[in-house]
DNA sequence: TAGATTGTTAATCGATTAACAATC
DNA sequence: TAGATTGTTAATCGATTAACAATC
């Protein structure tokens, strides 16, 4: 039943939970279709009802899709029925980015810690939370049982804190350094890197210098 | 030749690239091999040789390739031989991040522009840059020829920014914004939603609520 | 020369799509 | 009932990998 889904089916589930999250807000309706939702993504129909079979059956011939209960299953599915904490790591300009961020709100997560392993950011307040020293990483891991983390610190010591927080229990990853990661498979990563994204548009892209 | 390069090969270029960058920053070699390179980033060496061999030959059978030509390569292939001028659309906690970020210079790019619609903040300081209104959006955008934007703007007003830089001339946008962008063909969009990642890797921890 | 590694072919693997019976 | 849409099967499409001749 739930065996061996692909990680490609797992990874479009959350912006079919984003759609549908965008479908109520808008009080329209209160039934979807794959078509309809196929439509609004870009992606067929056939992909979505096929994504959705290796779960279950939410749908009903002819109607579709109760909206509110497909949001349901698959917040169950993807184990968002809770609020995750998760640890910041790094107090610069874009750790302040994401601890004032609001959109983790209502979608599954909640900044729970800060830390920097600067002595001037140590103490200070951001978005309700004091930045905490490094050293007390794994401690408050630990205790919390935090398995999500969000690194936001330069490239170089990027792979001595995810050694870090892997060893203190850590086993999701948000990393924004630009480098890849060396972790233990039972730990996931993923990526965000700006410059990344853009290289790969800029092929696509006439290069200017023809003048 | 140059014919129908699947985008999956694409987006895997600017990761080569990073590695190599990295590899010729260490100093401890001229040449790499495909078997290094894929230890490194975790991928096939088979899979590097044939993506490499999509755009032409830069091996040599029993070296390897050369660093630094190989950089080259990939920078030319890329159009990353000159520096690109970004816009950045939104002057809020990410934008602030993302002018301050020093991780553009030296892998093709340059926030060149910043918008926002507050008063509060037009005109302000960032990083060097002077926010200007986004009533200057179009005229900027146009005189300049500039063909890429990064969008940080909340995700009611995104799919109108969006509309509005598509006009102007735009065809490479990185958002932030955690919706999906309607575009013509011609524009890539490159999305960037932290919660989505996380709810990805979600589905593979164990909820803690067995309590 | 012997060892290493490329570029490429063919085989394998996996993901997407078209089509449709079932049924609301 | 007629129309719409699901869940699923089989066909198609595309990507990855194994293997190896060529050759540095």
Redesign the interface.
Known sequence: MTTEIPDIV??R???Y???LR?LAREEKQLTTSSHELGR???ISSAQIRKDLSHFGEFGKQGTGYHIKYLIEQLQQ??????E?P?ALIGA???G???A??N??QH???RIAWVFDNDPAKIGVEMNGLTVQSIDELEETIQQN?T??A?IVVPANVAQKITDRLVTAGV??I?SYA???LKVPNHV?V?Y??????????????????SR
Not at 77 to 82: C, D, M, N, R, S
Not at 196 to 205: A, E, G
């Open positions: 797992i990874g589930l959350p912006i939970l984003r759609e965008q609004r993504l870009g599915i993807l184990h968002l029925t809770q995750w998760v610069g300009y874009l302040h980015a994401i004032h961020y959109g983790f979608r599954g997560f049982h398995k999500i969000i086993e999701s948000l630009p480098i890849n996931h993923s965000s890197d700006p410059v990344v994204q853009m290289q790969q548009m800029t092929y696509y892209l006439q290069p200017p210098n």
